[in-house]
């Protein structure tokens, strides 16, 4: 969330993958991993690579042509990720390589030599965030020393469908501890057990998060996609800030289980990538209905059979599109540039722009969100604890807390885990103070919140700023920004896209487009469209400061 608007390889070692394999970095030993982060970054000669800013599509004709293997590929990512991650400008985006990736894409190779492709994904090099479980030499620790020992039993729901699908599983991505649910002036980006995650951009910026390192890694070619999570902004956020395309689904169009949580009610995974196409290929691959979730079966007559066929047309006439300026307009006046920007554009591709088109509910859900969150964590998250193996001693939240308390030098250097404690105070999910507040929320984001904006204004989509530029990495204060668009999508559960649009002083920032439940297509065609029209997208130069 973002809260502004059993393996004889450690994950501490550096990790050498033989042969002609370059190095891969994890977190370097250390009994103090917090003070790795007050190591400086400098600014790093990076050569110009083969892979970089290629899309999957590209990868699949390389490797149909000969030209490229799924060994070459994830080789070259590897050594990117050795050259990128812990020296030079020190992203510290990869919590952990994959020490398997290269046999897994041999057997990849060995698959395309044998006439049998998987499909699009087949070969290509994935990252997924450091909350996802992986049934392999990788633990999943959510960024937290406390989990330093989950191997998973068994893969989360979409990395069984990752790997079906042919992907390479490169590696796990840090992330903002507990998917920055932890406590107050947190540092977006940091955790325990990965240190201080940075924008690729402008070092000393934050990539903001949770999904810090999905976003860092995908933008500065570290992985051909990857994977974040989202409860409010976590997917968004990042990719406003690294400068990349990030898809927060429908709650329940890709499943849940398998993730570490915060809440049921928000939760949800999806794609970061740096094209809306390379995002629409990972969504085939992610959206599924999983009997281990739920809420996975009402997607079950949303799923498209390829959202690809969204993207054949760079029009956009016959749709219309609301822009709800109350909460952006004045805010800063590269914000508001942005989005008048985004306007022209969808005019000049044939879109009808309904300016402005408010929601009358906007800023009215004060505590109730966070309410929601506070109780859906402890019951979620204890849920989750449960399935723990025998090597992780944490069965509950209260468990945590006492690490946390013991641990203060590794886990609380710069920030505390208030919400941890508010959450603990919290009761079973029958209490009425949590219907009331989920009620609370349903009703204002949906009914007379989203729904009820573009009932009135007839619309298929609505358009606003994704945030604004990466603020500093700030261990004294913790996060500062601009707010963006992700509450209403996020509390409603309902999708929201975000797509490179510009930049200011060399920091990027990004345009969201959000609607209905179950409306991906629609915001994929419009996103394609505008990225099309655009071509916003830069690639990050690894700059210490701001000139």
């Keep these: 969330m973002t809260t502004h608007d059993s393996s004889d390889l450690s994950r501490r070692d550096f990790l050498v993958l033989g042969g002609a394999a370059a190095a891969a970095a994890a977190l370097p030993a250390t009994s103090r991993p917090a003070a790795a982060a007050h190591a400086q970054p400098v600014a790093a000669a990076v050569p110009a690579a083969e892979i970089e800013e290629m899309t999957i599509t590209a990868m699949q004709e390389a490797m149909q042509a000969g030209r490229e293997t799924a060994q070459s590929l994830t080789r070259a990512y590897l ?174 169009l890709v499943s849940r289980s398998g993730i570490v949580p915060i809440a049921h009610s928000q939760d949800t995974a999806g794609p970061m990538t740096r094209t809306v196409t390379d995002a629409a290929l990972m969504l085939n691959a992610l959206a599924g209905v999983d009997p281990r979730d739920p809420a996975t079966a009402e997607a079950r007559s949303h799923i498209a059979p390829d959202y690809t066929a969204f993207l054949r047309s760079g029009r956009l006439d016959g749709l219309r599109i609301g822009v709800p300026r109350a909460r952006f307009l004045g805010n800063a006046p590269f914000q508001d540039a942005v989005v008048g920007n985004a306007i022209a554009v969808l005019r ?26 506070l109780y859906e964590f402890k019951a979620d998250l204890n849920a989750y604890l449960a399935t723990m193996p025998a090597a992780v001693p944490h069965r509950t939240m209260a468990d945590l807390i006492a690490f946390n308390s013991a641990n203060a030098t590794r886990e609380l250097p710069y920030f505390g885990q208030e919400l941890f404690e508010q959450a603990q105070e919290k009761g079973p999910l029958t209490e009425q103070a949590y219907l009331d507040a989920r009620a609370r929320c349903i009703e204002l984001t949906r009914e007379r919140g989203i729904d009820a904006t573009m009932n009135e204004h007839r619309l298929d989509a609505l358009l606003g700023s994704s945030g604004g530029p990466a603020g500093a990495i700030d261990w004294v204060y913790g996060e500062r920004g601009l707010g963006g668009s992700s509450q209403q999508p996020a509390v409603s ?55």
Aim: neutral net charge.
């Design 493 to 547: 559960g309902y999708p929201h896209i975000t797509v490179p649009s510009g930049s200011y002083l060399g920091l990027p920032m990004n345009v969201s487009f959000y609607g209905r439940a179950w409306s991906e297509g629609v915001l994929l065609r419009i996103a394609y469209a505008y990225e099309q029209a655009t071509n916003a997208r830069r690639a990050p130069r690894f700059q210490p400061t701001i000139a």
């Design 79 to 252: 050594e990117r990720i050795g050259t990128l991650n812990t020296q030079g400008p020190m992203l510290r985006a990869v919590l952990a390589a994959n020490p398997d990736a290269l046999r897994i894409a041999e057997e990849r190779d060995a698959e395309r030599r044998a006439g049998r492709i998987r499909g699009p994904l087949h070969g290509i090099p994935v990252m997924v965030k450091d909350n996802i479980d992986t049934h392999d030499r990788m633990a999943t620790t959510a960024g937290s020393w406390a989990l330093e020992h989950n191997i998973a039993a068994r893969d989360a729901f979409i990395v069984q469908r990752l790997r079906e699908a042919g992907a390479v599983l490169l590696g796990k991505a840090n992330l903002s501890e507990w998917a920055n649910f932890r406590g107050n002036r947190s540092s977006s980006g940091w955790s325990g057990v990965g240190g201080q995650c940075r924008n690729p951009f402008v070092l000393d910026r934050s990539p903001s998060g949770s999904s810090a390192g999905s976003g860092s890694a995908v933008s500065a070619n570290l992985c051909a996609a990857a994977v974040g999570t989202e409860t409010d902004g976590s997917i968004i956020s990042p990719s406003n800030a690294c400068g990349v395309v990030g898809v927060k689904p429908t709650v329940g």
């Design 348 to 373: 000049d591709v044939g879109a009808e722009v309904v300016d402005p088109a408010d929601l009358a509910t906007a800023g009215q859900l004060g505590r109730n969100e966070i309410e929601v969150l």
